[in-house]
Antibody, heavy 122, light 113 residues
């Protein structure tokens, strides 16, 4: 059974950098697309970006200038860094496994982490 | 970006009755080369991450009850719960994976009357 376990700091000050890590257990890292998705409290879902097993990344243009997603296939983990955090970045951040048909479209998400509430406040 | 619009924003249905949630995409999410609609549905209960219900617009994920079904093509899609159960109370989201950035609908809150 695939499980995604995520961790990282939950309270940041404005201008600080968010760092989250997600570990994948019970399944292969290869062949999938590993995403970060966020959800402001009481609101909808926003895709942040993804990394695949060869290290290629894709980001949402709205966040691209501030986001870095990296991966370590040797330990089946991937990470998110989001710089220059503001109150507008307060959200629950999820990691998720994406399934994508090769050479066609983008992923849907079949496994999710438990989520981390990240609050930005001075 | 493909804008995904769900209707209604909230829905109240009696136990055992049918619930219908609609999702409209700002452009077609039908891939002509494989005739697949790049549309998924998720269910989110309070304090939990979203759970995948449906992909390719109508393919049920393993373990999802068959009272939940997806339909539609092109730009108009529907999630139907044929006979509402108490455990179906949740917020439901559609998602397009046709183009980047991946986008979600705003969500539909389903409650019991």
């Amino acid at each position: 059974q695939v499980q995604l376990q995520q961790w990282g700091a939950g309270l940041l000050k404005p201008s600080e950098t968010l760092s989250l890590t997600c570990a994948v257990y019970g399944g292969s890292f290869s062949g999938y697309y590993w995403s970060w998705i966020r959800q402001p409290p009481g609101k909808g879902l926003e895709w942040i970006g993804e990394i695949n097993d060869d290290g290629s990344t894709n980001y949402n243009p709205t966040l691209k200038s501030r986001v870095t997603i990296s991966g370590d296939t040797s330990v089946n983990q991937f990470s998110l860094k989001l710089i220059s955090m503001t109150a507008a970045d307060t959200a629950i951040y999820y990691c998720a496994r994406g399934f994508r048909v090769v050479h066609s479209g983008w992923p849907y998400f079949d496994y999710w982490g438990q989520g981390n509430l990240v609050t930005v406040s001075s | 970006d493909i804008v995904m619009t769900q209707s209604p924003d909230s829905l109240t249905v009696s136990l055992g009755e049918r619930a219908t949630i609609n999702c409209t995409s700002g452009q077609s999410v039908l891939y002509s080369s494989n005739n697949k609609n790049y549309l998924a549905w998720y269910q989110q209960k309070p304090g939990q991450p979203p759970k995948l219900l449906i992909y390719w617009a109508s393919t049920r994920e393993s373990g999802v009850p068959d009272r939940l079904s997806g339909s539609g093509s092109g730009t108009d899609f529907t999630l139907t719960i044929s006979s509402l159960q108490a455990e179906d109370v949740a917020v439901y989201y559609c998602q397009q994976y046709y183009s980047s950035p991946i986008t979600f609908g705003q969500g539909t809150r389903l409650e019991i009357k």
